[in-house]
């Protein structure tokens, strides 16, 4: 395994195809009014595909991306993309983040300078931010390999002999896998997902509010996660017309973003137009569309974890789609911290970084 520096430098002919799709696409203007109770608000589209094409520039973002440093590192002959930012001041603590969809390393852009040089002082941090299998700039290899890949390159290639895990999303369950395997190594983790019932774990036996709430999740999913049913079982026909439309892919992404984010029904009020189609882009420059959808399958499918044992805290933002009781996430991981913000949504670093990183500081101070 080998680290190399990296710079996002995209070919201009990828540029030109993606702006060839976005003059070409045409948005049907019917039914006249919709908002967003069917779906991405056909206004909002018009709007931000009127945007993307007049206004949007990916080389002036491109110059932001790369102000953090960015590196390769070869894991068993497959690239793996991560920034690595060291922190300044004495003794920072290792730290790695796991994003997870539709957002990317991006998801973390705001919480580095926090977490590096911090403004009170405080204890700073190595901050490490892999690109998950198949999405951005890493290559595609197993999901259910990554918790390892994880630890050969902070043990092995960076050098530390035990650090912290941050994660969200598939990085949630990629936090936890990672320190179920190596409690040694992962010394506490911070979550803002733990997991759902299954179905056959021992609390819905003893626990009225646990069945009460998993009673609930297949009307919840039906409303909110039709995405994760089609994702989760046949990813390779959605990626067929997402991977080949950009207007597309945006499309689909962006109800996301409008849906769990805590925008008060506006949808601009939580991520501006030049941070939603820079987290898009990164999908569409990379091609790493398709291979997303297919990382997400894979997610669908990994074994249950088990309990962990290692110090956690859980911190659970009130436009999460699903957001479990207490009594769930203490029979899943061993809960020394537990938050409920006041607001904030399913991206958590980005919507509110400071509630964020001063969150996941209590714990990790301790520890």
Known sequence: MAIQPFTVAIEQHILDRIAHKLNSAVINPLPA?????????????????EYWKNKYDWRKHEVLLNRWKHYTATI????????????????????????????????FDKVIELLTDPSDGGQPYDVIIPSLPGFGFSDTFPLENTPDAWVKLMKEE???QEFYAVGGDIGASITKKM??????IVKAIHLSEVGLPSGHEDILKTSEVVRNFAAALPAG?????????????????LAFALNDSPLGYAAWVTEKFNDWTDNNGKEENTFNKDELITHIMIYLVSNTVQSSLHTYYEWTKLTPTGYITTPTAVIQFPKEPIVPPKEWVESQVNLVHYTIAPSGGHFTAWEAPEVFVEDLKKLFKEY
Do not use: C, V
Not at 76 to 100: A, C, D, R, V, W
């Open 33 to 49: 009014g919709a908002g967003w109770e069917k779906g991405t608000s056909i206004a909002y589209m018009s709007e931000l595909l």
């Open 76 to 107: 068993n002959n497959k690239q793996l993309h991560f920034i690595y930012e060291k922190g300044k001041g004495e003794n920072p603590k290792p730290i790695i983040l796991t994003h997870g969809w539709p957002d990317s390393f991006y998801r």
């Open 158 to 160: 960076l050098g530390y």
């Open 179 to 184: 320190a179920k395997k190596y409690p040694e």
């Open 221 to 237: 999913i039906m409303q909110l996660g039709a995405f994760l049913l089609l994702q989760g079982s046949k990813p390779q026909t």
